[in-house]
């Protein structure tokens, strides 16, 4: 299995600053034959199930606001929040699609 | 796109339970489901998918020989059968859509709320 790690666990950010989470793979999960890499990103505000937010690494979903942002490439991953709004405060998690999906941990993102 | 999760509870170690997730909004047998599941104050992990057809299944180690996923394309459902309980199953259970219509990319854009099954003597 690949295995995710995302850091920090947590962080708090200040209203209107910008929030970075960074995601790590055990392998690469770019598909050379495509160069695609199979990362989505999630969010999870509590007592609701998780959101999807960006797949391939770095598209967005639809309505997703474009304070969110992905990047990266092969083994080491990035979610930029570039200027962090009171409804942002959740728990973010990496997927990696590339075999049989598994999750960061997750971190839990909080106003300063 | 809808989803709602029926059928967890309260059950004793090497119990069953059938869990079921209703879709409606989208042509539901295009696309493979999955379950994924989140143990009380942690993360996710994947459980199973499914394809539209209902001929390719998958499972993660942990459930495997245990749990069965199964669909009915003409009542929009798809369920997983999950035996011989542990404790460390417990966990809220989320039907999820998988959005690429065919094998091979497993990322979820659609979840339901969850069905929380607690295993528990």
């Known amino acids: 299995d690949i295995v995710m790690t995302q850091s920090p666990e947590s962080l708090a950010v200040s209203l209107g600053e910008r929030a970075t989470i960074n995601c790590k793979s055990s392998q690469s999960v770019l598909y050379s034959s495509n160069n695609k890499n199979y990362l989505a990103w999630y969010q999870q505000k509590a007592g609701q199930p998780p959101k999807l937010l960006i797949s391939w690494a770095s598209t967005r979903e639809s309505g997703v606001p474009d304070r969110f942002s992905g990047s990266g490439s092969g083994t080491d991953f990035t979610l930029t929040i570039s200027s962090l709004q009171a409804d942002d405060v959740a728990v973010y998690y990496c997927?990696?699609?590339?075999?049989?999906?598994?999750f960061g941990q997750g971190t839990r993102l909080e106003i300063k | 796109v809808q989803l709602e999760e029926s059928g967890g509870g309260l059950v004793k170690p090497g119990g069953s339970l059938r869990l079921s997730c209703g879709a409606s909004g989208f042509t539901f047998s295009d696309y493979y489901m999955a379950w994924i599941r989140q143990a009380p104050g942690t993360g996710l992990e994947w459980v199973s998918y499914?394809?539209?057809?209902?001929?390719?299944?998958n499972y993660a180690d942990s459930v495997m020989g245990r749990f069965t996923i199964s669909r009915d394309n003409a009542k929009n459902s798809v369920s997983l059968e999950v035996n011989n309980l542990r404790v460390e199953d417990t966990a809220v259970y989320y039907c999820a859509r998988v959005p690429i219509q065919g094998p091979g990319v497993y990322y979820f854009d659609s979840w339901g709320q969850g069905t929380l099954v607690t295993v528990s003597s």
């Open positions: 997927q990696q699609y590339d075999s049989l999906p598994t």
């Open positions: 499914i394809s539209g057809s209902g001929t390719y299944t």
